[in-house]
Every structure is written in structure tokens, then in C-alpha cells.
């Protein structure tokens, strides 16, 4: 989601509750505010990157933000991307940041840069896993977080290649790119996987997410947990 200022283009995301929003500024700040103003207003600012904007930010949660910068001005396709977790404490007054590798190829580069992060928040044993893609790229990435003794462990995880998400080729074999992300958390059925010895595992209801590719094919995935943990954010339906 993106709004408009008096200085161009900005990204917005809610909070986690959907009570707060919070904007990425082209000065490089991430300002939050409450739109019936009953919680403080907070105003980040890298540490780590100077000079830079903000194209995107997810709130991750009350702490925590994703963020990726690039350099203030025109976006075109290979415009560098640098992409930190920061993480605010707002009684001590400290910032704590976590540099990440690109999640994705800026490849075809059919688009300019626009980020979408699917989230899954508390799923044991991840505090957070982020599938994050890119209007500039057919490649879909994987971000971890581990939270041990306090403290926040964040990594770029390597998927199987039979289980990696990438949006496919169009009718004409041309490439595509990524131009949405969604979860469906709805989902009532167990699911029957396969386990590297061949024997089937049945697991709790998993998640689907679906990509939108730019030639409007949509495509889903079911994102297990092998270790049979259930997805505490499911939201079945009611019959």
C-alpha cells in the first residue's frame, strides 16, 4: 500500500492489530501514528543506512519493522535495494538493526521495484518466517527470524528447489514477475506429506499463499511445518 505527500510516493502498512499505520519516508524514516491519535507517535531512523529512502516497510511487530531502502529519487528496475530488520526499544531509547541479503534477483526487471511480504508471526520454532517478493523479479524469498534467550537470530533461508516459489512463464514462454501476494488461512483439511523416506506424515491444516504474476495467473502453495505444528493464526471458517 502506498500514499501520497507533498514528496512523491510513500509506503504504508498497518500494525500487526490493525490500530496503527506506519509510512516510509523518501528522508529514510518510518514514522507510526494512530489515526485516532490514542497511541504516541514513534519516528525511526537507520543507523546503518545513510542517505537513503524508504520503498517499503512491513510492521512485523510492536519492535519490529522490515524495511528496504534504495537511493532517493527515480526507481527503474536494477535500482539497489538494501533490505534491514529494525528492531526500536522505545524505553531505552535504541535501535537494533539485522542486515539481510536481497531475498530475490531484480530479474526480467520487467517493473520498477514494489515489495509484498507474506507473514507468518509465532510459528513454532520461528518467531517470524517472511516470504518476500518483488514487481521486479519472478523470484520469491524466504526470511527467518529465531528467537533464543531474548535474543532475535534473523537469517535468508535456502529452499529445496522442488519447493522454492517463483511465478511462471507466460503462454509465450516470456517471463513473468511478481505483482501480489496473499495468504488463505481459512483452511479446515489436513494435509498428507511425503517425507524424505517416503513415508506419509498427516499435518494440520496448513496455510495456502497465492502469487499474482503479471500475465494474471494466479498460483498457490501450501506452507507446511514438518514438525506438525499447527499455524496458531489459522482462521477457519465457520460453517
Avoid at 497511541?39 to 524495511?67: M, R
Avoid at 514494489?114 to 517478493?133: E, I
Wanted: glycine share 8%; hydrophobic share 35%.
Amino acid at each position: 500500500m502506498r500514499c501520497i505527500t507533498s514528496n512523491g510516493m510513500c509506503p504504508v502498512c498497518w500494525s500487526p492489530r490493525g490500530k496503527q499505520v506506519a509510512l516510509g519516508m523518501q528522508s529514510g524514516e518510518v514514522i507510526t501514528f494512530s489515526p485516532n491519535n490514542t497511541a504516541t507517535a514513534k519516528t525511526i531512523i537507520s543507523t546503518s543506512v545513510k542517505g537513503q529512502s524508504v520503498i517499503a516497510t512491513t510492521w512485523l511487530s510492536n519492535p519490529d519493522f522490515l524495511c528496504t531502502y534504495a537511493p532517493p529519487g527515480l526507481l527503474v528496475p536494477d535500482s539497489p535495494q538494501t533490505h534491514m530488520v529494525a528492531s526500536l526499544d522505545s524505553k531505552a531509547g535504541t535501535l537494533t538493526e539485522y542486515a539481510l541479503a536481497s531475498p530475490y534477483l531484480p530479474f526480467p526487471g520487467l517493473r520498477p521495484p514494489g515489495s509484498f511480504t507474506a507473514t507468518f508471526r509465532q510459528w513454532d520454532p520461528a518467531k517470524f518466517l517472511l516470504f518476500v517478493g518483488d514487481s521486479t523479479s519472478s523470484d520469491i524469498g524466504l526470511l527467518g527470524c529465531i528467537e533464543s534467550d531474548g535474543k532475535e537470530s534473523w537469517v535468508n533461508y535456502t529452499l529445496e528447489e522442488t519447493s522454492t516459489p517463483t511465478v511462471p512463464l507466460d503462454q509465450e514462454m516470456n517471463d513473468t514477475v511478481l505483482r501480489g501476494l496473499s495468504l488463505d488461512l481459512t483452511s479446515t483439511e489436513t494435509y498428507t506429506h511425503k517425507t524424505a523416506s517416503g513415508e506419509d506424515t498427516v499435518l494440520p491444516p496448513p496455510p495456502v499463499m497465492y502469487a499474482y504474476a503479471s500475465d494474471g495467473t494466479i498460483i498457490g502453495w501450501h506452507v507446511l511445518n514438518t514438525l506438525g505444528k499447527p499455524y496458531p493464526g489459522m482462521k477457519p471458517v465457520a460453517a
